[in-house]
């Protein structure tokens, strides 16, 4: 079955420093990956589609300039929180998306946890 | 805007009985509706899709209905198992122009099965 993993699983950051996930699919190559945040006992809120060798797309709200997406290969995203804000701490998971006929599976990423201090 | 609503936060049954979950939603009907599996600390695992054309879907224990009627789909679990504890997310694809990939997700309904 095909695999996405995230990379860290969990990361402690200060106020005012950058973060960087990773986000990879392992066995197939992503055209379009996504990105989602979950706050506790909140649903998955999707930021960002970030597609390979364009700029992302951002989701009404969420500022371009501090979420930072890159998606420079076929098997690679990255989602860098700059200057960091314990209002940014939250889960962030990101999906890989692979067609099948008609449809665009998801498979997602096991999470990242982000703490800001 | 689209709204979804997964009626109930937690849901507990005992162990062999039907877990039967709801999700609703607003608006306009979704060409794909999905249901995930989400483990604590985990991203979300899917286990069935249906189209807005299907009445029904079904994968081993569990089964999904689709009523664009009603703007409901219901998420049964037959012969529930303490290992079926977990949250279960209904997430709509828009699917314009054919499935794009980007969902909208529920809440999520927290199943505890007792042994």
């Known amino acids: 079955g095909a695999v996405v993993s995230q990379h860290p699983s969990w990361v402690i950051c200060k106020s005012g420093t950058s973060v960087k996930i990773e986000c990879r699919s392992l066995d197939f190559q992503a055209t379009t990956m996504f990105w989602y945040r979950q706050f506790p006992k909140q649903s998955l809120m999707l930021m960002a589609t970030?597609?390979?060798?364009?700029?992302?797309?951002?989701e009404q709200g969420v500022e371009k300039d501090k979420f930072l997406i890159n998606h420079a290969s076929l098997t690679l995203s990255t989602l860098t929180v700059t200057s960091a804000h314990p209002e940014d701490s939250s889960f962030y998971i990101c999906s890989a998306s692979r067609p099948s006929g008609s449809l665009n599976e998801q498979y997602f990423g096991p999470g990242t946890r982000l703490t800001v201090t | 805007s689209q709204k979804i609503e997964q009626n109930s936060e937690a849901l507990n049954i005992q162990e062999g009985k039907t877990a039967t979950l709801t999700c609703n939603y607003t608006n306009y009907s979704p060409a794909y509706l999905q249901w995930y599996r989400q483990d604590p600390g985990r991203g979300p695992v899917f286990l069935l899709l249906i189209r807005e054309n299907e009445k029904e879907k079904r994968k081993e224990r569990l089964k999904v209905t689709f009523d664009t009627t009603l703007k409901q789909s219901l998420f049964h679990i037959t012969a529930s198992q303490p290992a079926d504890s977990a949250t279960y997310l209904c997430?709509?694809?828009?699917?314009?122009?054919?499935?794009?990939?980007?969902?909208?997700f529920g809440k999520g309904t927290k199943l505890s099965v007792k042994p």
């Open positions: 970030s597609n390979e060798g364009s700029k992302a797309t951002y």
């Open positions: 997430a709509l694809d828009m699917g314009y122009g054919g499935s794009q990939g980007n969902l909208i």
